[in-house]
């Protein structure tokens, strides 16, 4: 199976069963050592965002939260 044919029927699972499967890869890379770049871009938006939060740390969404914004019908 090539890589097109495997993303093809992967498109066809249950959304949360991708985010399982992606989020699994992802662990097993960092377990084998991987360590993703961090641009100079990247450094500077998670500095904005922690000096956001740090300004007003209440301004802050759960991940339920999140997961019901995403999750809710469009």
Excluded at 2 to 23: G, N, P, R, Y
Excluded at 48 to 71: C, F, G, S
Aim: net charge negative; hydrophobic share 40%; aromatic share 10%.
């Amino acid at each position: 199976m090539t890589t097109a044919e495997t993303i093809d029927t992967i498109a066809t699972w249950d959304q949360s069963d991708q985010l399982e499967l992606v989020f699994e890869v992802w662990d097993r890379l960092l377990d084998k050592g991987w360590k993703p770049t961090v641009t100079p871009e990247l450094e500077a938006e998670l500095q904005r965002r922690l000096a956001a939060y740090k300004a007003n740390p209440e301004a802050v969404y759960t991940w339920e939260e999140v997961l019901a914004h995403r999750r809710r019908p469009r």
